[in-house]
C-alpha cells in the first residue's frame, strides 16, 4: 500500500491506472478508522481493481464549537487498518493542499441541506459537499462508498453529483452496528462507560417509531413514542427525533416510503442514526 500526500501524485497514480483499464473506488473518510469504515473499504474491493482511502479531517465541515481539534486522529492504527484490508492507496493530504488561504469557491446543495442536522449545524454540508468534490476530482474514481448512518449526507451528495454531472457513482452502504445495535462512529470513542451503555437506546426508541408507525399509522404518535422513550435515557437530549420522505428529507408521502432520522446527545456526544421503514400509512 503506498501512503500519498499530493494531489499530483495520486493523480499520477490513478493515471496509471486508467491507463491499464483498471477500475477505481474510493472510501472518503475523516480517519479514526472503525469496523464500518472496513466494511466500506471491504465492498469497494469487491467492485474494483485498485482502491483508494482517503483521510482528511475537513475543517470546514465544523461548526465554531464542534470538535474538530479533539476529533481523534490515531494515523498509524488507520494506515495499519488500510493495509489489512487491502487498499492500494492512503490518501491523506494537508489542509493547505486542499484549501488556499484564498478559496473562495463552495458547493451548496439547498434544499436537502435545509432540514434534520441543517439548522443546527450551519455551513456543515456545504463543507461536506465541497471537499467531497474536491476529493472526487482529485482522485477520480469510478465509485465512490459512504455509509447510510450518515444519511443525509449520502442524500447531499448524491444530489450534488447529479445536478453537477460528476462521473462517480455514488454507492450507499449499510450502517454497521455493535452487537448492542448502536451505529459505529468515530465519535463513539467519546462516550464514557455509563454512556456508552446508554446510546444504544437511540437505536430502540427508532424501532418503537418504527413499530409505532406501523401499527398506529400516525407520524406524530410514533415520535412521541421515541421521544417518549429517549426522555428516559439518562444524561440523553434529544436535538431532533423527525419522520421525513427519505428521497426529498421533507414530509413524508402517506405511501411510504419513511425515514426516520434523529440525533441524541449523550452526555457531550451527539450520535445520529437512522431508520427506513416501507410500506403505507
Ligand atoms: O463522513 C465523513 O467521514 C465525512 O463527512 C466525509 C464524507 C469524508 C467528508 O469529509
Redesign the pocket.
Known sequence: MKIIHSMGSVRQTVLGWRRAERRVGLV???GALHEGHASLIRRARRENDEVVVSI?V?PV?FGPGEDFSRYPRPFVRDAALCRREGVSVLFAPKPSALYSTDHQTWVTVEKLAGPLCGPFRPGHFRG?AT??LKLFNMVQPDRAY?GKK?FQ?LRVIEQMVNDLNVPVKIVPCPTVRDPSGLALSSRNAYLSPDERAAAPRLRRALRTAGQVLKSRRNVREAQRAARNELRQVPGARIQYLEILDPKTLSVPKKTGPFLLAAAVYVGRTRLIDNLLVRGAL
Open positions: 472518503p473518510t475523516m482528511f475537513n465541515q461536506v471537499v467531497v459512504f450518515d449526507q
